[in-house]
Structure formats: structure tokens, C-alpha cells
């Protein structure tokens, strides 16, 4: 059997970023800072690092995709193009979340940036938290860990392809995004207006 050929991609921040695997080998690993436009910019940039490796869509073996946590519109940005691609090619879609992948790339404590001075951090075998920057580093005495440092975008990415080569080729479920907290947005309170036909 010959090394499967992994698409692995993030916006669950303010990035678009891919790698892509073969084996043990980074054929391609790419990141664009970008606060907003990851829906416009992701299938392009998933084609240029194919075509620029002399790849197309039908050699991919599998997708790999972080669920986040993160930028709720982002995660959704890349959990529906990882289902998307993986239904399409008939290939398998691994959701990897930010913590695996940050355990991956560096060891210590890890955390995701959240707004206003938060984090996202991992603890452990229960579920991840949501808490003030002091708070984690209280936490992360408390463990005898330090917080690792967040890794850029391409090392992100290319993580998250090698743990879904990891996995790869067991089937899996569809990713699906890993939300802490509720979002920002809430529907109105008041009741729609009445429609008169």
C-alpha cells in the first residue's frame, strides 16, 4: 500500500491554513492571516497547494480538519468543506480538535485563544474549559505544566494531518465542530411580526 495522500486544513481563527501529507513527508504547508474572507479563500488555497505539489483532487487518500475550539464561523467554514470534500471524493474526513493538535506540536498545557483575554483550555479527561488568561496559568501550576505556546497556523495544520494519518484508513464519523460555549449571537426576544397573506 503506498503513503496515503492527507488534506488537512483550519479557520478556526483568524487564518486559512493547509498542509498536505504524504506518509511521513510535508509535500505543502501554507497559512494566510485573514480576520475575515476564509469562506472565499479556503477551496482556492486547498487547490493551489494540490496543483503547486502536481496533485489533484482525486489522488487524496483522506481530509483532515480542526473542529476547533475557536471562531464559531470559521469551524463551521471547515467542518462543512472537510464533509463536503470527504462525500464528494468518497474519502474519509478526520476531525482533529485544537488540543490534540497542540499536544502534537509542543508539550505542556494546551490552550486555544478565545476574545477577551480567555482561553480555552484543556483539561484533560474532562471536558475543556473556558477561562481568563490568570486563571489558566493558576491552572497549569496547579498540573505542574506550563502553558505551551501557541504554535502559527501551518504548524497547526500540519498537525492535524498527521494525526489524521494516524487514524487513516479506519472509517470515521462526519467532523463536527467542537463549540465550549454557546455563541455570541442569540435569536431575537421579541416574536416575529405576523404575515398577512
Do not use: K
Request: hydrophobic fraction near 45%; include cysteine.
Amino acid at each position: 500500500m503506498s503513503d496515503p495522500l492527507i488534506l488537512a486544513f483550519d479557520t478556526s481563527a483568524a487564518h486559512c491554513a493547509a498542509a498536505l501529507l504524504s506518509g511521513d513527508r510535508v509535500l505543502a504547508r501554507v497559512a494566510e492571516a485573514m480576520p475575515r474572507g476564509q469562506a472565499e479563500r479556503l477551496m482556492g488555497l486547498l487547490h493551489e497547494v494540490l496543483s503547486g505539489s502536481g496533485h489533484d483532487w482525486r489522488d487524496l487518500d483522506a481530509i483532515g480538519v480542526g473542529i476547533g475550539p475557536g471562531n464559531f464561523t470559521g469551524i463551521r467554514i471547515s467542518v462543512s468543506a472537510a464533509r463536503g470534500l470527504a462525500l464528494g471524493l468518497g474519502v474519509p474526513a478526520y476531525g482533529v480538535d485544537g488540543f490534540a493538535a497542540r499536544r502534537r506540536i509542543s508539550p505542556g498545557l494546551a490552550t486555544v485563544p478565545a476574545t477577551q483575554g480567555r482561553l480555552y483550555v484543556d483539561m484533560g479527561d474532562a471536558q475543556p474549559a473556558l477561562m481568563l488568561r490568570e486563571e489558566a496559568g493558576e491552572h497549569a501550576g496547579r498540573i505542574g505544566a506550563a502553558i505551551a505556546p501557541q504554535p502559527d497556523p501551518a504548524q497547526l495544520a500540519d498537525a492535524i494531518a498527521r494525526l489524521a494519518a494516524e487514524r487513516w484508513p479506519r472509517p470515521a464519523p462526519a467532523p463536527a465542530p467542537l463549540y465550549i460555549r454557546p455563541a455570541d449571537a442569540a435569536p431575537p426576544r421579541e416574536a416575529p411580526p405576523v404575515l398577512l397573506d
